[in-house]
């Protein structure tokens, strides 16, 4: 007789509305009975930060576990495939255009240690301001009159870096040309990348998910010592992205292609690894 199977033990978590697309793309399922989420089994680190809070740490503030929750989404599962060869040309190509669909970011390479979007899908926060206080500084994250880039728009970030550090490790293994900071992947891939459905309202929304990431500024200001111990300020400002180009069909309304810059402090925390 067949021993009887180890049933995996269930861990609740506490979902947002707003997050639950996402957290079911990570696992998550949705009890019936109880009207609560949970995962059965080992909770991905993706998840760890969603964690019922009778089961969580009660010394974890509420600011360090929104900081957690950032690191989580910043985080993705590692490429499985590899990009195509870029075109023969310069030593640095003006573009590299990513020909994979499930790509993300490799490793712990976590973009800001900080919430740089809104997790709420619901409230724009335009001309809005968050302020997260460093140990030798601050993050301050200003949005524009059309919102503050959200969880879902940042998903376009992620793949920008994705498909960038991909990029660099054919690079580095002689198999391809130094990437530019600009790209320019095909709305479906991106529609793909962010899990959301391929219809006419998503691909305007491409477009204002685009807005929002050029609008939504980030300065950091960083206190230290500079020659002879003497105190010091640095204050750095940039988007999320740099610049944006979108082509749509005038007769449906649908956005065809897009070009995306990444912002250079992005490119070169990539580059510069």
Known sequence: MAAPRERRPRTYLTIDYDSKDWAKRHGARWDKVRKRWYVLGEVSEMLLPYVDGSLAPKEVPEEERQKQKAKALAMAARPKKSLREPPQGDAQADFFVPGVWDVAAKDNRGI???????LSKKHARANEVMLHELP????????????????WDYDIVLMGVSHLTEAMNRFRAGQGEKPGRVFRPHVSEILKFGRQADGGRQYEAVEASLRRLKQTTIEIVRRGRGRGWRPIRVTESAGLISDYKAVSHEDTGRVASVEIELPKWLYEAVVEA
């Open 112 to 118: 800001m240690d900080v919430a740089v979007f809104r």
């Open 136 to 151: 030798d500084g601050h993050v301050r994250v200003t949005s524009g009159p059309d919102g503050m880039a959200s969880i």
